[in-house]
């Protein structure tokens, strides 16, 4: 078989019942297609069914169509090469729940303005450069024990843990790479258990935030540049690579990887991006590769 076409649900409502998936596997066989019998990954959650057709975005489409705007997403690939060797990931409103800088922002009382700032980087409206050095500058004064104890307020996404652990259990290298602060991804790379993690530095003097960002700061290209790096530095095909994230600025990175996910991600992102997941949470990542429910890694 070719390719695969992986419908995923939610997995807190496991809603991908099996007449769900049996209307996707009728559309494709009365497409003409030659299909396998729907190979279930995870029960109401994930399946797979596999074709002898290339991976062409028609078929997808007519998956889409069958399930008739029933919470479940739909994405067809080519079954080889499925499973990824690095993964590369966005930090906020991808691995956490939370954008950090506006999270800084509430508590200097310019919250809104930065919240405001931050959707229109993350749409691709403005520069992220730009945008980041404007939102940086309105935390200035702030004590620099507020950044710690903001880590506090932290929302880990559903399935950020099982994804870097199950990956790494079976052989993977795992990266953090945001455009946000070091701090934070500092807090948040040991505790999903990520190998490495790159981010911005706020610059902090005499235990105050200066309201400035340590040059050069680590945007959209740098991104891109970070997985490329380490594909090389790892001797990886970058065909090897996975990659997600949620933003414009993580653009680049999406398309330069082998496989790349906009993860419930702004539109900016989600146009530009081959693969998209809106119903399923990051174990919807396993899945896409294969993996099986119980194949997954424990986690504390």
């Known amino acids: 078989m070719r390719s695969v076409l992986t419908l995923i649900a939610d997995p807190a409502t496991a809603k991908l019942t099996p007449e769900t998936a049996a209307a996707a596997w009728r559309a494709l066989r009365a497409a003409g297609e030659r299909i396998a019998d729907i190979d279930w990954l995870a029960p ?3 399946c797979d069914i596999a074709l002898d057709a290339p991976s062409e975005p028609g078929l997808r489409e007519l998956a889409v169509m069958a399930l008739a705007g029933r919470p479940v997403d739909a994405v067809l690939q080519p079954t080889t090469g499925r499973r990824k060797k690095l993964l590369v990931a966005d930090m906020e409103s991808t691995i956490i729940a939370n954008e950090m800088v506006d999270e800084l922002a509430t508590l200097v009382g310019v919250g809104e303005q930065v919240a405001e700032i931050t959707r229109r980087a993350m749409n691709g409206e403005i520069r992220f450069k730009e945008a980041l050095r404007e939102r940086a500058a309105l935390l200035g004064g702030l004590e620099e024990q507020a950044l710690k104890e903001t880590c506090e307020r932290i929302v880990f996404m559903p399935g950020a843990r099982t994804l870097v652990a199950t990956m790494r259990a079976h052989g993977a290298r795992c990266a953090l790479v945001s455009g946000g602060f070091r701090v934070f991804t500092g807090y948040v790379a040991p505790r999903v258990g990520f190998d490495w993690h790159y981010a911005n530095d706020l610059v902090v003097r005499d235990g105050v935030v200066a309201g ?18 380490l594909c090389r530095e ?67």
């Not at 400035?212 to 790096?229: D, H, N, Q, W, Y």
């Not at 065909?239 to 999406?254: F, K, P, T």
Request: no cysteine.
């Open 44 to 46: 109401g959650i994930a």
């Open 212 to 229: 400035t960002v340590s040059e050069p700061i680590l945007g959209r290209e740098a991104k891109r540049e970070a997985l490329v790096s």
């Open 234 to 300: 790892l001797k990886f095909d970058i065909a090897q690579s996975l990659a997600v994230g949620d933003g414009a600025n993580d653009i680049d990175m999406i398309e330069a990887a082998g496989l790349g996910v906009a993860f419930r991600a702004k539109p900016a992102l989600k146009a530009a991006a081959p693969v998209a997941i809106e119903h399923g949470d990051l174990t919807a990542l396993l899945y896409l590769q294969g993996y099986r429910q119980a194949e997954f890694a424990p986690t504390s």
